[in-house]
């Protein structure tokens, strides 16, 4: 049992505290070069040629640095698998991703809405890694846990308490031009990973774990 003692975070209001304290360290402590790489996100994928998949494997791989230097101002840490029970909102163009990645037929939009939240992802690994990290949607990308623990991430507390997340704004609207251009961007195409892979099918040569 986790004693106030062993962590602070376990009320609320320190939890809050330290998630704005974090925000201001976050944006202090992070390169300015980082920071404009960020803003600009938009400008750039849209210079970028391709396909809408292949933009979004240059973004994944664009946005890859801007998390790392994130990562020391976070509680997401390696094997740490709480946000893997969240419901997972993707978009066709991810799923097919997803597919290509693991040598799957490209699928079609399930019939089925999955209430995901409290359900464990089919692609987290018995060693609590992502088996799909490399091609992880969007929406595992930027929940990104500003508090000090995890404590709060658990699918049972995450709406007991409101707390401060970060958002990219250059990366959201970048992701959000890929997908318009794709042309699956309504809400009504919107699933949760499990919709799309009910089981793992295949452990992915794509999946490896890193922060966050």
Known sequence: MTRWIDNPEINPTWAVVHAHENARRLEA??????????KVMPETIAATAGTPIEQL????????????????F??????????????????PLEAELIAQSLDLPLP?????????????????????????????????????????????????????????LMRLTGIDEAFV??????????PSQIRDLRDYFPTSPVTSSAGESLSP
């Open 57 to 72: 494997q240059i973004l994944h791989q664009r946005i890859a640095p801007i998390y790392k230097a994130i990562g020391p």
């Open 29 to 38: 402590g992070v390169s300015p070069s980082i920071q404009a790489d960020e």
């Open 177 to 186: 031009e890929i997908v318009k251009r794709d042309g699956r961007s309504q």
């Open 108 to 164: 079609s939009l399930p019939a089925s809405h999955q209430p995901g939240h409290g359900r464990r992802c089919p692609f987290l690994t018995k060693k609590a890694t992502c088996g799909i990290y490399a091609v992880r949607p969007m929406v595992c990308r930027q929940h990104v846990m500003l508090t000090e623990t995890n404590y709060w991430c658990l699918a049972a507390r995450a709406h007991q308490v409101k707390l401060p």
């Open 74 to 91: 976070t509680a997401c840490r390696r094997a740490c698998s709480s946000c893997c029970y969240y419901k997972v909102d993707v978009y």
